[in-house]
């Protein structure tokens, strides 16, 4: 199946055109739209700016998805996993517009559309190329499962490194390029038109994002692309047994293990709740205690938050290089992730390290973002 070129024009063209208009429009919109809170444990921006930019993802995504279905260019696979992703979609937008969709219910939403794509898509892993436990994944209950919370979990990850313009939506794009390379090595033209359209209504949204940050992601459209690029891997092995289980991971490494480290560190570290939000992100760190003493904490935010986001984008790009290379080397790619986290570790501790001990103490202790110096 080729990959129709004007499909992701549109998925382009539609993301930006809706984010722009959302932009213009606010002043009529923002009572519901507008993120005010400038003083959260997690919040960088200093004005309010409009919180809903998954809006314009999920109808470039949809416009996409329908339009390729109905002119038969496709096989309505990219329209049916729009519609998978509406309940984690309509959870995250919901609690952007009123602030009031709890954890749980949200957590729900993030388990139940990976479960309709079960349904509908077959959309399932089978293997995890480990030892032992691909024995388990013949288990179909155990496989589903796995893979339900799997995907509610990258949905998640993404959201919590949405922190600064640019740098959820640019790591997924360069993500979902990276498993969209991997499906063109293995002549797999349905998850290569899938990533493709996913980048090309990202990079609509992020025209308006970064570096200026003119309009966010929302909980709705971290939720959505979280969803959109897990399913995406999943597709991949699904569709492609060669490909090692360990290459859709290393893809997909950077919010994977900061999610990871984050509930060790806030679990086992500061014996607090899993999902309490703190400003101890890795992401947070480098741009405070890094960025800002490099540049100064004169210069512009919009700055600041641009070169911060591109040093972390350059590491999930080098992570798409190794996936791409070494995609059916699951031995390789081990030892890549091993390396990747062990950088990953150096590089944090020795930025807390070298950061001021009792500015470091206050914001463990008080969940309080550190002032910017």
Excluded at 51 to 71: D, K, N, P, Q
Aim: proline content about 4%; overall charge positive; hydrophobic content about 55%.
């Amino acid at each position: 199946m080729p990959v129709a070129l004007e499909w992701l024009i549109w998925a382009f063209a539609t993301s930006f055109a809706v984010c722009a208009g959302l932009i213009v429009t606010q002043k009529w919109h923002g009572r519901l739209t507008l993120d005010h809170d400038t003083q959260g444990v997690q919040k960088l921006h200093k004005h309010p700016v409009p919180r809903i930019g998954g809006a314009a993802l999920a109808t470039g995504l949809l416009v996409a998805g329908l339009g390729s279905w109905l002119s038969n260019a496709s096989d309505g696979t990219a329209l049916v996993l729009a519609l998978c992703a509406v309940p984690t979609f309509l959870a995250g937008l919901i609690e952007d517009l009123t602030k009031r969709v709890s954890v749980r219910r949200r957590l729900i939403a993030s388990f139940a559309s990976p479960l309709l794509a079960v349904i509908f898509l077959d959309a399932q892993l089978t293997r995890l190329d480990t030892p032992l436990l691909d024995s388990l994944m013949t288990f179909a209950p155990l496989a589903i499962l796995f893979t339900v919370f799997a995907v509610g979990g990258m949905t998640n990850a993404i959201n919590i490194i949405d922190g600064l313009n640019g740098l959820a939506s640019g790591s997924v794009a360069l993500m979902l390029a990276g498993l969209g390379c991997i499906a063109w090595l293995h002549n797999d033209m349905l998850v290569v038109q899938l990533c493709g359209v996913g980048v090309a209504a990202v990079v609509g949204f992020m025209l308006l994002n970064y570096p200026f940050g003119r309009i966010f992601l929302g909980d709705g459209g971290a939720y959505l692309l979280g969803f959109w690029l897990a399913e995406c891997a999943v597709l991949l092995l699904m569709r492609n047994p060669e490909v090692s289980t360990w290459a859709a991971l290393t893809a997909c490494l950077y919010p994977f293990w900061e999610t990871m480290f984050s509930m060790y560190r806030r679990t086992v570290i500061r014996r607090a709740a899993s999902g309490r939000p703190d400003n101890m992100h890795f992401h947070h760190l480098l741009y405070r205690r890094v960025v800002t003493q490099r540049l100064g904490a004169r210069a512009p935010a919009w700055r600041r938050h641009a070169l911060t986001s591109g040093l972390i984008w350059s590491g999930v790009l080098l992570c798409q290089f190794e996936a791409a290379a070494a995609s059916t080397n699951s031995e390789f790619l081990m030892i890549g992730a091993l390396s990747f986290a062990v950088a990953y570790m150096w590089l944090y501790l020795g930025i807390v390290r070298s950061s001021h001990p009792h500015d470091i103490a206050l914001s463990a202790a008080a969940h309080v973002p550190v002032e910017e110096r």
